[in-house]
């Protein structure tokens, strides 16, 4: 059975839901799923995973400057090289998420490989269009 763990950053939840949805869908997919907030985050927890997935909420001036809040950057300081893992991606906003993904990238320069899938909610729930991109994802 396939590994997945989902780290996220959340301050009021509502990532933190999302992070909970993807790792249920994951489930219904079959994996076996581990969902934990950054502050649960070990070197090495990562290890037996083969499919990790990364979400902070959206942090900016609502139009501009969007950028992971700065627990999440530290957070990225620690982690393990997982470019032998499937990475995606996500991302929870309430209006614009801007260059916030391509933030998450340079924070994560070294780690991932290129075009990790992004994955994005207004308020935490998945959609059709999410499902099919996590499909397509975990192949
Ligand atoms: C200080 C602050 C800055 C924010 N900046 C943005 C922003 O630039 N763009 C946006 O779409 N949402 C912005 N938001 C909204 C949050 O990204 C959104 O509510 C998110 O879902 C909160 O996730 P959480 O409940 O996991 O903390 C901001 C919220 C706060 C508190």
Redesign the pocket.
């Given at each position: 059975m396939k590994k997945a763990l989902v780290i996220y950053q959340?301050?009021?939840?509502?990532?933190?839901r999302f992070g909970q949805e993807i790792g249920q869908y994951l489930s219904s997919k079959g994996l076996d799923v581990k969902v934990i907030p950054i502050q649960e985050y070990s070197p090495g927890i990562t290890d037996e995973a083969d499919v990790v997935l990364l979400g902070c909420?959206?942090?900016?001036?609502?139009?501009m400057?969007?950028s992971p809040d700065r627990h999440w950057i530290r957070f990225t300081k620690q982690l393990t090289d997982l470019r032998d893992k499937k990475v995606a991606l996500f991302t929870?906003?309430?209006?614009?998420?801007?260059r916030m993904f391509d933030k998450m990238r340079e924070h994560l320069a070294g780690k991932i490989d290129d075009g990790a899938p992004e994955l994005k909610s207004?308020n935490?729930r998945m959609s059709d269009s999410l499902k099919h991109l996590i499909d397509s994802f975990i192949g």
């Amino acid at each position: 059975m396939k590994k997945a763990l989902v780290i996220y950053q959340s301050r009021t939840g509502i990532t933190r839901r999302f992070g909970q949805e993807i790792g249920q869908y994951l489930s219904s997919k079959g994996l076996d799923v581990k969902v934990i907030p950054i502050q649960e985050y070990s070197p090495g927890i990562t290890d037996e995973a083969d499919v990790v997935l990364l979400g902070c909420w959206t942090a900016g001036w609502m139009v501009m400057l969007q950028s992971p809040d700065r627990h999440w950057i530290r957070f990225t300081k620690q982690l393990t090289d997982l470019r032998d893992k499937k990475v995606a991606l996500f991302t929870t906003y309430k209006l614009l998420t801007g260059r916030m993904f391509d933030k998450m990238r340079e924070h994560l320069a070294g780690k991932i490989d290129d075009g990790a899938p992004e994955l994005k909610s207004r308020n935490g729930r998945m959609s059709d269009s999410l499902k099919h991109l996590i499909d397509s994802f975990i192949g």
